[in-house]
């Protein structure tokens, strides 16, 4: 019964460096790997890919023969990849005792949307793989209110749709010091603690505050102050009342938990592979575990310990 990762994410999320970098540690664990890269468009790999789509399928062919953009196209290959995934599989066929790591394209409509990337995953279980989806997102967003309950939607979304065992990554916590501080501890974010707290932020981000005295050049006249006063505390409500509903959504599927990464921290990954060798059955198979770290030596503070290295 063969293993592996389904690796997802925004573009720009670190999907293709990650793969390049679980790989890396993995073999040097003892585990024998191999890397599949499920983008069309994908033309520079930093590692070797033992199936590359591109053969079955290239998004810039497609895009010149059927005349349509980068996210159309791409749309269109995910659905060719469907629709011939027996050369996906024959390909596969050959990798059986191989730890597959699945490099998908970072196009969010695909997993939002579509149902291609579902149908695929979906017959790589009937193969018998046992896989889990590795969500992986920029760990800046959580200085941002708003981006923040964005990619937990994002999150939320992919693990409705995809249906499949699922771990959400906050990528490049070495980057996160660079976009400003965190409103909360680290932990607030990773364990998705209650994001009400969120609210006056997200309308102070929003919405500032209007004052009579400011001295803004494109103020209205003062004869109009009370009206956009009006106007834009009747514009906040709603917008609150919006982002109060959201987080409800959230709070009532109570899925979304996030565990931090930065890809040349050995410790960390550590325990992102840990916590996939859970979530797709590994750590109870009869293959070996290599330098992996067990459930018990992952136990002391670790969220801590990443707030420590990159957040204070």
């Known amino acids: 019964m063969p293993f592996g990762q389904v690796i997802l994410g925004p573009p720009g999320s670190g999907k293709t460096t990650y793969c390049n970098g679980m790989q890396q540690y993995l073999q040097a664990a003892g585990r024998d790997v191999a890397v599949v890269n499920m983008d069309p468009a994908n033309e520079q790999l930093p590692y070797v890919a033992d199936i590359d789509i591109m053969e079955l399928v290239c998004l810039e062919n497609v895009m010149d023969e059927l005349n349509l953009g980068p996210n159309g ?3 269109y290959c995910m659905n060719y990849i469907d629709e011939h995934f027996e050369w996906l599989a024959e390909r ?3 990798l059986q005792e191989k730890y597959i790591l699945f490099d998908f394209p970072g196009q969010v409509e695909l997993y939002t949307h579509e149902i291609s990337v ?3 995953l979906q017959k790589l279980q009937k193969l018998h793989y046992r896989i889990s989806v590795v969500h992986l997102v ?3 967003h959580c200085t941002d209110s708003s981006k923040f309950i964005s990619v937990v939607l994002l999150s939320l979304s992919s693990m409705v749709r995809l249906e499949l065992p699922h771990i959400n990554v906050l990528s490049k916590m070495d980057l996160i010091q660079q976009y400003g501080n965190l409103a909360f501890n680290l932990e607030f974010y990773t364990d998705v603690l209650d ?5 006056d932020r997200l309308e102070a981000q929003e919405f500032g505050e ?3 005295d400011d001295d803004d050049p494109y103020a209205l006249p003062a004869i109009d102050l009370p009206h956009a006063v009006q106007c834009k505390q009747k514009l906040r409500e709603k917008f609150r009342r919006m982002n109060e509903v959201l ?6 599927f109570s899925l979304v938990s996030f565990v931090p990464l930065q890809i040349e921290d050995v410790e960390s990954l550590q325990r992102v592979t840990q916590t996939i060798d859970k979530s797709n059955g590994y750590v109870f198979s009869d293959k070996p575990a290599g330098g992996i770290l067990k459930d018990s030596d992952l136990q002391s503070d670790r969220i801590g310990d990443m707030e420590e290295k990159y957040v204070r």
């Open 118 to 120: 579902h149908n695929i």
């Open 195 to 199: 994001l009400r707290y969120l609210l």
């Open 73 to 75: 196209g791409l749309v």
């Open 92 to 94: 596969l066929g050959r």
């Open 247 to 252: 987080i409800e959504v959230i709070e009532d």
């Open 210 to 212: 209007l004052h009579e």
């Open 138 to 140: 920029d760990a800046h």
